[in-house]
Antibody, heavy 121, light 108 residues
Framework: EVQLMQSGAEVKKPGEFLRISCKVS????????IGWVRQTPGKGLEWMGI????????VYSPSFQGQVTISVDKSVTTAYLQRTRLKASDTAMYYC??????????????WGQGTLVSVSS | DIQMTQSPSSVSASVGDRVTITCRAS??????VAWYQQKPGKAPKLLIY???SLESGVPSRFIGSGSGRDFTLTISSLQPEDSATYYC??????????FGGGTKVEIK
């Protein structure tokens, strides 16, 4: 069973830096694409990007390219999502996901428990 | 960008009823459509991929179908535990993967 364990809720001020994490098993870390999905009441579910940990190859949604950075630390089999200069509009639930590529189809077959990020002055 | 428009936005039905949710794409797309179920306070869960393939462990009352622009998720016999919000997602334009706005299913 694939388990994705996310870091806890964050409360931030506008302009601050955010990094949230997603701890995964060694097997998942070496075989699966890991990504992030944002959920807000206003815009619903939005896919942000993915990373392949063995070579750190990344693909970003055009909507989030240049806005966030996805990275990994192989020593602790953990993926990260970071954002500089937070805005109130970054207030959302962020989910860590695994992406399955099935003959060209792409979908999210495992989800972490979510990390709630609140940004307010 | 490919937009996915779900309808209805909410539906209320009785246990045992057949419930159908529709997702319409803004253009003709391949059959790379997935469906997810999200219960309150929980992460979404994959139900269907490739428009009609049932994810392992998902009850067979969940049926996906469709092609072109129109895709449907049918719950053939609604159960109390099916109360949730359902989302579609298209993968035709990877890396731009987009979700529908969601359909809330309530039990009468």
């Amino acid at each position: 069973e694939v388990q994705l364990m996310q870091s806890g809720a964050e409360v931030k001020k506008p302009g601050e830096f955010l990094r949230i994490s997603c701890k995964v098993s060694e097997y998942t870390f070496t075989t699966r694409w890991i990504g992030w999905v944002r959920q807000t009441p206003g815009k619903g579910l939005e896919w942000m990007g993915i990373i392949f940990p063995p070579d750190s190859g990344t693909v970003y949604s055009p909507s989030f390219q240049g806005q966030v950075t996805i990275s990994v630390d192989k020593s602790v089999t953990t993926a990260y999502l970071q954002r500089t200069r937070l805005k109130a509009s970054d207030t959302a639930m962020y989910y860590c996901v695994t992406l399955r590529n099935d003959y060209g189809d792409h979908f999210f077959d495992n989800w972490g428990q979510g990390t709630l990020v609140s940004v307010s002055s | 960008d490919i937009q996915m428009t779900q309808s209805p936005s909410s539906v209320s039905a009785s246990v045992g009823d057949r419930v159908t949710i529709t997702c319409r794409a803004s253009q003709v797309i391949s059959s790379w459509v997935a469906w997810y179920q999200q219960k309150p306070g929980k992460a979404p869960k994959l139900l269907i991929y490739a428009a009609s393939s049932l994810e392992s462990g998902v009850p067979s009352r969940f049926i996906g179908s469709g092609s072109g622009r129109d895709f449907t998720l049918t719950i053939s016999s609604l159960q109390p535990e099916d109360s949730a919000t359902y989302y579609c997602q298209q993968a035709n334009s990877f890396p731009l993967l987009t979700f529908g706005g969601g359909t809330k299913v309530e039990i009468k």
